[in-house]
């Protein structure tokens, strides 16, 4: 049985979509990459804080240097039985916007993927 997508979505059928293992992993690592720190009630070091709430910061060099380890962190902590994570990027485009790129290997002996995520506006 596949996990479920996230987002959970429902199907016609009245059933929640599955993901193939690698879309699943992919969408772990959204999660972890848009959770801030100390949203989840059990698991306060949970997130790399590239949410909603990192728009409230200002975006100076700084700020994308520390989100880029909080993600880097963040990833091994909470996937790291899953994934290897290659490069963390994190740049700036304009006042308002945070771009992020991943480069992880799925374990255990999974081909390079990049997922992008980007909070702004």
């Known amino acids: 049985m596949n996990p479920a997508r996230h987002p959970y979505r429902l199907l016609p059928a009245r059933r929640l979509a599955d993901a193939d ?3 699943h992993v992919a969408d772990l690592v ?13 698991r306060a070091d949970f997130g790399a804080g590239l949410g909603p709430a990192v728009l409230f910061e ?3 060099g700084t700020l994308t240097g520390i989100v880029e380890l909080r ?3 963040s990833l091994e902590r909470a996937l790291g039985d899953r994934i290897e994570v290659r ?9 308002s916007t945070l771009r992020a790129q991943v480069t992880y290997r799925l374990k255990p002996a999974g081909a ?6 980007e909070v702004g506006p």
């Open 112 to 117: 390079a993927v990049t997922i992008h995520v």
């Open 21 to 23: 293992e690698a879309r």
């Open 71 to 73: 993600a880097r962190s």
């Open 30 to 42: 959204r999660v972890a990459l848009l959770t801030s720190p100390g949203e989840r009630l059990h």
């Open 58 to 60: 200002p975006l100076q």
């Open 87 to 95: 490069e963390v990027t994190v740049t700036r485009d304009g006042e």
